[in-house]
C-alpha cells in the first residue's frame, strides 16, 4: 500500500510556467514532509521540507503548501527553467521513526 | 548536508556473482541506510546499517541476499549476493541527521547490471 500517493506522474510546462506536483497521505503520525528533486544519473537531492504546524514554506523560487485538515501537501515552482527539468519526489516520515516513505514521482518537463 | 560517496559508481556482473558497494561520508552520522531504485521507479528501503549491530532488514529484503557491515559512524558496505538480472537497479546509500530537525541525504548510486 502506497502510504503517499503523488500526482501527476508527469508534466510539461513552458519556461517561466509553475508546475505543481501533489502528494496526498492518510497517515496522521506523519510528522516531516521532504521534497527531492533527481537528475539522471544522480541521488536524491534535499530540495525543501516542511512540518506540519505551518502551512507553507519557501525557497527561493520553490514553495511547499501544506494542508494538515486535508492531508495533502504540493511542490510549486515559480518561474519554472528548463534546468528543473528532473524527477521530483515527495516524502514522509513518522513521528518517532528514521526512514521515509516516498511517492512515485513525478516526471517534469520544462520547455524552453 | 552532508557528502556522500559510492564506490563503485557502476558495474555490470555476471548471474551468480556477488558485488559489494561502499559508501563513505564526510562526517560522522547516526543513521545510515540503503535503497533501491528501479530505472524511472521511486526508492524502496532494503535496510538500516546499524553500527555495531545487525542490520534492519524492510519486508522483502533478508540478510543472506544483501548482506551489511557498518563497521564505524562514516563507512557501511551493501553486498548484493548471487546476483540474477532481476537484482540489475541503482543502489542508494542515504545518511539522516536529526536534533534540532530531520534531514536525509543520498548518494549518488551505484548502477547495477547483471547479465
Known amino acids: 500500500q502506497q502510504q503517499v500517493k503523488q500526482s501527476p506522474q508527469s508534466l510539461i510546462v513552458q519556461k517561466g510556467g509553475i508546475p505543481i506536483i501533489n502528494c496526498a497521505y492518510e497517515?496522521?503520525?506523519?510528522?516531516?514532509f521532504p521534497w527531492y528533486q533527481q537528475f539522471p544519473g544522480k541521488g536524491p537531492a534535499l530540495l525543501i521540507a516542511i512540518r506540519p504546524d505551518v502551512s507553507e514554506k519557501k525557497e527561493g523560487r520553490f514553495t511547499i503548501s501544506f494542508n494538515k485538515s486535508a492531508k495533502q501537501f504540493s511542490l510549486h515552482i515559480m518561474d519554472s527553467q528548463p534546468g528543473d527539468s528532473a524527477t521530483y519526489f515527495c516524502a514522509a516520515k513518522q513521528t518517532g521513526a528514521n526512514n521515509l516513505f516516498f511517492g512515485t514521482g513525478t516526471r517534469l518537463t520544462v520547455i524552453p | 548536508s552532508a557528502v556522500i560517496s559510492q564506490k563503485p559508481s557502476r558495474d555490470i556482473c555476471q548471474r551468480g556473482t556477488s558485488l559489494t558497494i561502499q559508501c563513505q561520508v564526510d562526517s560522522q552520522v547516526t543513521m545510515m541506510f540503503w535503497y533501491r531504485q528501479q530505472p524511472g521507479q521511486s526508492l524502496t528501503l532494503i535496510a538500516t546499517a546499524n553500527q555495531g549491530s545487525e542490520a534492519t532488514y524492510e519486508s522483502g529484503f533478508v540478510i543472506d541476499k544483501f548482506p551489511i557491515s557498518r563497521p564505524n559512524l562514516t563507512f557501511s558496505t551493501l553486498t548484493v549476493s548471487n546476483m540474477s538480472p532481476e537484482d540489475s537497479s541503482i543502489y542508494l546509500c542515504s545518511v539522516a541527521r536529526s536534533g534540532v530537525g530531520y534531514e536525509q541525504y543520498f548518494g549518488p548510486g551505484t548502477r547495477l547490471t547483471v547479465t
Open positions: 497517515n496522521t503520525a506523519f510528522d516531516y
